[in-house]
């Protein structure tokens, strides 16, 4: 056998192999409850109703769109609606958010407004199954215990909801204890414009061979990012799409062929629905 076919025969295995890791849910699942709404990022918020706060969560309701939101867990296990580790951003105060017990973070307020930072229990009674949810499960050293602490609530939910994470162990998770709620890998180019860590493990998360983990249902994509090569491989498999963040009308209507799901901030669409 020549050097060269041993190269070849060599190349096309590894290649199978990253197909076979960054490969999605094997079966694509009906999303089509899920599909049916664009979703508002953090809530309908605007310079009055702070993002991930309950005059934002009421806003979406009443517009009648999905909402996408973020779940952190406390040092005292409380869930929590937050979008950041840290609290600087929105309250003013340089302090890791999983350090905070509940007590702790309702003495803090969202950007300068009345406005506290609220849990999960709240956003659930404000949406009341209205509209579906796209709930991120922030990456935390504590993955297995916000997982099971949010499985046990949502238990309680009667309403439409899925999970998404940037962190494969908590897609994982779900595909272990709880196969049937729809799953999506959040993910980014290997190029991005957004303020993420240019790291080796940025890198390597962004190639998706952690798929093999969590096989997830769907992915959510920067939208920016949308052409980089490992998205583009994606793109061979049967799997459901969403697309984050989207900021204008135009950008949502020249997405709209590719992506199922479109989240979307800062402008009111003309559509309640795809």
């Not at 956003?123 to 922030?138: A, N, Q, R, S, T």
């Not at 994982?172 to 999506?184: E, V």
């Not at 952690?210 to 998205?231: C, K, Q, Y």
Request: hydrophobic letters at 40%; charged letters at 25%.
């Amino acid at each position: 056998m020549s050097v060269w076919l041993i190269l070849l025969l060599t190349a096309v295995g590894l290649f199978l192999i990253y197909l076979f890791l960054i490969a999605p849910r094997f079966g694509k699942r009906d999303m089509s409850t899920m599909t049916a709404h664009w979703y508002a990022h953090r809530g309908l918020w605007d310079g009055e109703r702070p993002e991930n706060s309950l005059p934002a969560f009421r806003a979406a309701v009443e517009g009648g769109y999905g909402i996408e939101t973020d779940v952190h867990i406390t040092r005292d296990d409380r869930l929590v609606l937050f979008h950041d580790d840290s609290l600087k951003r929105m309250c003013g105060v340089d302090r890791p958010i999983s350090e905070c017990t509940l007590e702790e973070l309702r003495t803090y307020r969202l950007l300068g407004t009345k406005c506290l930072i609220p849990t999960l229990d709240e956003f659930l009674e404000v949406v009341d199954g209205k509209v579906p949810l796209l709930i991120e499960i922030k990456s935390d050293k504590r993955i297995p215990e916000l997982c099971e602490k949010l499985n046990e609530r949502l238990n309680a939910y009667s309403g439409a909801y899925m999970i998404e994470s940037f962190d494969p162990r908590a897609v994982r998770w779900y595909r272990k204890n709880r196969p049937d709620i729809l799953r999506g890998q959040l993910t980014f180019g290997l190029v991005s414009p957004s303020k993420l860590p240019k790291t080796p493990l940025y890198r390597f998360l962004a190639s998706q061979i952690m798929n093999v983990l969590g096989r997830p249902d769907f992915i959510a994509a920067e939208a920016a990012t949308a052409h980089s090569l490992p998205l583009r491989l994606l793109r061979l498999f049967p799997a459901h799409w969403a697309a984050w963040t989207v900021r204008t009308q135009a950008e949502m209507d020249r997405l709209r062929n590719r992506y199922g799901i479109q989240i979307f901030e800062r402008f009111i669409p003309k559509e309640k629905h795809p």
